[in-house]
């Protein structure tokens, strides 16, 4: 995968911003969390079809994606 690549494929941002947003102990917001669950989705998604040639990565994205679906689902 070349550095181009990787850079657009990075949403490992993302990601952190969903974990930190998920992890707060004070000020729960359900239609923030949702956006940033869905918007960690949508990134996930896109970054797993773009590095189907690192299989490692693309798995990776697709795990987080998953995760994120199964969270808004349990949120309702």
Known sequence: MNQQALARC???HI???TGRVLSRHTGYNANLTCAV???CTSAC???GDECKRCQVYAESCRRCA???RELLDALG
């Open 45 to 47: 998604k896109a970054c």
């Open 15 to 17: 990601c952190d911003t």
């Open 37 to 39: 669950l869905e918007a």
């Open 66 to 68: 998953q995760a994120c």
């Open 10 to 12: 990075i949403e490992a």
